[in-house]
C-alpha cells in the first residue's frame, strides 16, 4: 500500500517535551491516501496514549510517528544504515496536544495537534491529518471537540487551537454538496467520533464517490476531477518537499480501499 507522508513541521515555540530539539526541523508525519484533500487540513490528531519516537532522517529533518513506522521508513532508505533508526525520544501522544504545525496546501497557516481517540496504533503512521470537510471521521472528531468546553479542558486545550477552524470547501461531490463529510454526518445524525458503525457507513458513502466524481474547488486544478489530479497534486507536493512516499507492508492493511 502505497501512501502519501505529509510532513507537518513543528512550530515555534517548542512544546516542553520536544524542547531538546529546539533550532532544527521536526515534522509530525501523516500518512494519507487523500493527497488532493490538502487544501482542507483544519489540524492534526494524536492519540492521547499512543508511543511516539522521534528519530532523525538522511533528507527531511526529524520525524515524528510510531516506532512501527519508523522501523518501516528505516527500510525505505529514510535513515543512514537499512534497517536501522536512532531513537532520539520517546513520548506519549498526549504530549504533543497544542503543538502548532505548518502543513502543506492548507489556507490556515498554523494548525494545531489536537486529540482523536480512533487513531489506530497499526495504520500509517499513528499520527492523521484532518480534513473535516471530507472525512467523517475527522468531522466527528472536530465538533466533540468544539462542542464540549470539558473536553477541551480536559486535555488543556485553548479555545483558539480549536474554534476557529471551520471545515474548508475544497471538493465537490453531486448528491453531497462541497462539504461531503458534514452532509453524511447530519444526515445519520452522528452524535460522536465513537459512533463506530455510522461512520463505517459514513466513509464508505463519500469515499468512492468523492474518487470518481469529485471536483476540486481550490488550488491550481481548480474545476478539475480528482481522479485525472490525483496524482499531479501528490507530486506537486513531493516536489515543493512538503511529502514523501512511505510503503505500508501488506500484511499490516486491513483497508477496503487498499
Ligand atoms: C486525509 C483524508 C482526507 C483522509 C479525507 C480520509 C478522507 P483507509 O482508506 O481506511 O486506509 N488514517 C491514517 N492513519 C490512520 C490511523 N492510524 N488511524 C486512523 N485513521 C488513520 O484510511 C486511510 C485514511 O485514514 C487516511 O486518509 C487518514 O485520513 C486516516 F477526505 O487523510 B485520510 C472518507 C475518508 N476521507
Not at 509530525?28 to 483544519?42: D, W
Not at 471537540?145 to 474548508?168: H, N, S, T, W
Request: charged residues 30%; contains cysteine; aromatic residues 10%.
Amino acid at each position: 500500500q502505497e501512501y502519501t507522508l505529509i510532513k507537518m513541521e513543528v512550530q515555534e515555540p517548542f512544546p516542553e517535551a520536544l524542547k531538546s530539539f529546539k533550532g532544527k526541523k521536526v515534522n509530525l508525519v501523516a500518512a494519507t491516501l487523500r493527497p488532493e484533500t490538502m487544501y482542507g487540513q483544519t489540524n492534526c490528531w494524536v492519540h492521547p496514549e499512543i508511543k511516539y519516537i522521534a528519530f532523525e532522517t538522511v533528507k527531511d529533518g526529524i520525524f515524528i510517528c510510531t516506532r512501527r513506522a519508523a522501523r518501516n521508513m528505516a527500510y525505505q532508505g529514510f535513515t543512514e544504515k537499512d534497517g536501522e533508526f536512532k531513537v532520539l525520544l520517546e513520548i506519549v501522544g498526549q504530549d504533543l496536544f497544542g503543538v502548532a504545525v505548518k502543513s502543506p496546501f492548507t489556507c490556515y497557516p498554523k494548525i494545531y495537534c489536537l486529540p482523536m481517540l480512533t487513531i489506530k496504533e497499526d495504520k500509517g503512521t499513528g499520527i492523521v491529518t484532518s480534513v473535516p470537510s471530507d472525512s467523517p471521521d475527522d468531522y466527528a472528531a472536530l465538533v466533540d471537540l468544539q462542542k464540549k468546553p470539558a473536553f477541551r479542558e480536559k486535555y488543556g486545550l485553548k479555545d483558539e487551537m480549536i474554534l476557529p477552524f471551520k471545515p474548508v470547501p475544497i471538493l465537490e461531490i453531486p448528491e453531497f454538496g462541497n462539504l461531503s463529510a458534514v452532509h453524511v454526518y447530519d444526515q445519520l445524525k452522528i452524535q460522536s467520533q465513537n459512533d463506530k458503525d455510522k461512520l463505517t457507513q459514513a466513509k464508505e458513502m463519500v469515499y468512492l464517490k468523492g474518487f470518481y466524481d469529485g471536483v476540486l474547488l481550490v488550488g491550481e486544478y481548480k474545476g478539475s476531477k480528482i481522479q485525472d489530479v490525483k496524482k499531479n497534486l501528490q507530486t506537486k507536493l513531493i516536489e515543493e518537499k512538503s511529502a514523501v512516499i512511505y510503503y505500508e507492508p501488506e500484511k499490516t492493511i486491513i483497508s477496503r480501499s487498499g
